[in-house]
């Protein structure tokens, strides 16, 4: 099986229902609970690290362009920016642990790291970089 869609919103945090809901096309036929909620929670994460760090200067107008590929086995999401790039590796190596993180904030790329089973973050094209993620399923 392969389903690929595409969604494209607007930088900003309240499109993060929308961008849920539109994913919600994917889990047919339903992915096991646990495993689902982890796909949700790697996009909504993701969305919300592009619009609150890469998109931070960027005018509300900006796009921010996503796709999803259902295959046989797992799921691929990604999120295109036009935020600067970054060293991914060195972020995660300086974000504090999820148990020593008491802020609420700043955890996303720990989460992501955890749940995703392969994540990047890297130039797509000339303007613009991918936030990609895979869980299998």
Known sequence: ?????HLQVNTDLT???QVLSWF?????PPIRK????QCQTL??????????HAHKDLPPDTPIDIEAVRFDEHIEIRIYSYGPDF????????????????EGRGRGLKIISLLADY????SADERRNCLLM???Y
Do not use: C, R
């Not at 099986?1 to 869609?5: F, N, V």
């Not at 646990?34 to 909620?37: F, P, S």
């Not at 996009?43 to 609150?52: C, D, H, K, S, T």
């Not at 060293?87 to 008491?102: H, I, V, Y």
């Open 24 to 28: 919600e096309q994917l889990n047919h």
């Open 119 to 122: 994540f990047t973050y890297k």
């Open 43 to 52: 996009l909504q994460e993701g969305f919300a690290n592009i619009v609150e």
């Open 87 to 102: 060293d991914l590796e060195a972020q995660l190596a300086q974000t504090p642990k999820l148990e020593d993180n008491f």
């Open 15 to 17: 499109a993060s229902g």
């Open 1 to 5: 099986m392969l389903k690929k869609i």
């Open 34 to 37: 646990e495993i689902w909620w």
């Open 134 to 136: 895979s869980k299998q």
